[in-house]
C-alpha cells in the first residue's frame, strides 16, 4: 500500500467540483440536489487487488492510540441497493484522530476506519443505478435518498441508514445518519481505508468521476454533505 500525502485548496478546483456534483444530482429527484465543497489534508492509499479475494487489507482501531493494517472478510452485497467498490484512493480526516485518541464512545476492536474515499465498482446489488467499472466518489454519510431528510437535502439527518441513531440522540441530543468508518453511535459501518468497501444505498451518495480525471483532484467530495 502507498500512502501519499497531498494538498489541493477548495478555491482552486471549484468550476470542476461544481460541474461533477450538478451532473450528478441531476440525475436525482429535484428535491434532492445540493452539495458543499471541502478541503482536507488526505493520504492517498492505492490497492491493487481484483474483488473477490479471500480477504483483504484495512486499517483497523483496536483501542486508543493503536491501530493496525489487518486482513479483515472481505464485504459482501447485503442489499438490493448495494455496490461493492476497490479503493484506489482514500483521505485520513482530521476527525479520525478523535478516533485515535480514544475520544468517540461506541468504538468496538477490529473496527475499519475510513470515511473519506473513492474507487472501482466491482460489484453491484439488483436495485443499484451503479454498474462494474464505473469509477466514484462516495460521500461520508450514508443516506436513504426517500425520507423526510433527505428529500431536503439535509444527507447527514437521515432517518432510515443509522440503526443506533437512539445511542446518538442520547449523547448529542440528536440523530443522524449512518457513517462510514466513525464508531456504533453511526452505525457501525465499516469504513474505506481498506482494498474493498460494501456501499448501502449506492443509487443515492456515490458521484461518477469522468475518466480524464485523476484521483486527488476529486478525492476532495467525499467529505461534503
Known sequence: MLYQLSYRPAASQTPLL???IQTHFSSLDPDSRSFEQSSTFSGALAANLNHPSIDMKAVCWYGKEDVRVEKVPDPEIQ?????????????????????????????????????EFMGEVVDTGSESTLKKGDRVVVPFDISCGQCWYCRRTLFSLCQKTNPDAEKLAKLYGYPGAGLFGYSHLYG?????QAEYVRVPYSDVGPIKV???????????LSDIF
Do not use: W
Not at 104 to 111: N, T, V
Not at 210 to 220: I, S
Open 18 to 20: 461544481q460541474n461533477i
Open 79 to 115: 442489499e438490493p441497493r448495494d455496490a461493492i467498490v476497490r479503493i484506489t484512493s482514500t483521505a485520513i480526516c482530521g476527525s479520525d484522530l478523535h478516533l485515535y485518541g480514544g475520544f468517540i464512545p461506541e468504538m468496538r476492536k477490529g473496527d475499519v476506519l475510513g470515511h
Open 188 to 192: 457501525g459501518y465499516p469504513g474505506g
Open 210 to 220: 469522468p475518466d480524464n480525471l485523476q484521483d486527488d483532484q476529486v478525492l476532495f
